[in-house]
């Protein structure tokens, strides 16, 4: 089957940040075999192929001369059980919050610490989002990936997707060749809710739930979400901007001296993990803006298009960002978004 290829096509509205880009050539895949022959057309004309999930982790500072190549493949369904899970198969293209909202219904709680994140299932493994004391990781059995090298689906368990926080196979050498086509999740039979996360225990509390249901769970983080960070219809941003780092013991102790009020997580190796928003707040970047492009005001790791930034904008500002809370804190900053483009690819 020959794929649908569109030529010309503009990103900005297949991404949440908004920024002008067109990518020379555009397919949304709906199944693996036009993801194989939209690979084979890139190949023939020796094109550049970026793939695209649901545009909401992806910054682009420059248009692509190549094919942008976004998996939609549907589907979602119970294709098993053990004694203590679920197992859930939800196709790459399904929209992650939909499906986040479509398990509660069928009765598998599980997701609903990760209510509200944008983007599509299928680029939830490789970023191993997370929020509000889970990640994926947590809740994942195993994934479908296409292999662009020798064009077979592997299935990959959790240990093979290397997850870490923000990270995983797919992002370095040796996983960058896999396009993911399904993601199955392991739910809970016996769920317990998980309200550890402060912001999230604040909101229960302010509505007097004290044994919250995975369905109150859902409702409390989407609230807070609201609150802290801008809706990416309203307001072009691609969530947090920068990973939040982690330090040596020696480095954080050096900081706290020096910065009592510091807000950092212990890790379970002995290093600590900085709020990397308070650091950008106190390097007085919190509601800034640089040019067209600013900080969001409820959060400072969120940067945002309010409307006629560019990719190099965004870019500008995050480098003053960056700066910034080196001078001041001796802290280097690491992007989390994808930037695709002039001032380099990650
Ligand atoms: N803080 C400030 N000023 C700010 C922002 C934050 O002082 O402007 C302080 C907060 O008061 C808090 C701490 O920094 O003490 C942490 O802030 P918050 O709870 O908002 O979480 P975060 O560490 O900034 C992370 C994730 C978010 C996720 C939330 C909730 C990363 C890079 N970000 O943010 O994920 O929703 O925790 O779990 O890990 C994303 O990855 O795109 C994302 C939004």
Redesign the pocket.
Known sequence: MSPAIQTDVDLAPLTTLGVPAHAAYYCAAGSEDEIRSALAWARTRDLQVLVLGGGS?MVFVSDFAGLVLQPMLRGRSLIGETDAHYLVRVGAGERWHDTVEWTLAQGWPGLE?LAL?PGNVGAAPI?N?????LELTDRFHSLEAFDRNTGEVQTLDRAACRFG??DSVFKHPGGRNLIVLAVVFALPKTWAPMTG???LTEELGARSIATPSPRDIFDAVIA??QR??PDPAVVGN???????PVVDAATHSSLQARHPKL?SYPQADGRY?L????L???AGW?GRALGPARV?A?????LTNPGDARGADIVALARAIQHDVQAQFNVTLDP?PIVVGASGEQ
């Open positions: 982790n610490n994140i970023q989002i997370g929020a509000y004391g926080y923000r996360y402060r912001d807070v979400r802290k960070l691609v969530g947090s901007f920068f990973k939040n807000v993990k709020a990397a928003g308070w950008i707040d106190q919190k969001h409820a959060q400072a790791l969120v989390e």
